[in-house]
């Protein structure tokens, strides 16, 4: 069993940094993958970033790609999503998720079995 916890969500400014991060509990965190999705209101929940076991494989969806970095800390736990250069389309509720492993369709959310509680990212104009 793991659990996630998300933290790091704010408001800011267009333009502006935050730094997400997702710590886990559990013995297997360290060989499952984990991903970042977000949900804003009245949205289907989309794909953001991915990254496998080792750190070694990053994926992004095309509208963060550049802006965003996802990484991880296996001897903490813990995964990260730092968000550079923020806009108000990036405004949404945010998620970690994480599986034992992924698939093609790694940007998928029916890939993950477990997920955190969300954390509200809101970018002003």
């Known amino acids: 069993q793991v659990q996630l916890v998300e933290s790091g969500g704010g408001l800011v400014q267009a333009g502006d940094s935050l730094r997400l991060s997702c710590a886990a509990s559990g013995r297997a965190f360290s060989s499952y993958v984990m991903a970042w999705f977000r949900q804003a209101p009245g949205k289907e929940r989309e794909f953001v970033a991915y990254?496998?076991?080792?750190?070694?494989?990053?994926y992004y969806a095309d509208s963060v790609k550049g802006r965003f970095t996802i990484s991880r800390d296996n001897v903490k736990k813990t995964a990260y999503l730092q968000m550079n250069s923020l806009k108000p389309e990036d405004t949404a509720l945010y998620y970690c998720a994480t599986a034992q492993y992924a698939r093609a369709t790694y940007y998928s959310p029916r890939e993950y079995s477990y997920w955190g509680q969300g954390t509200q990212v809101t970018v002003s104009s």
């Open positions: 990254i496998n076991w080792s750190g070694g494989s990053t």
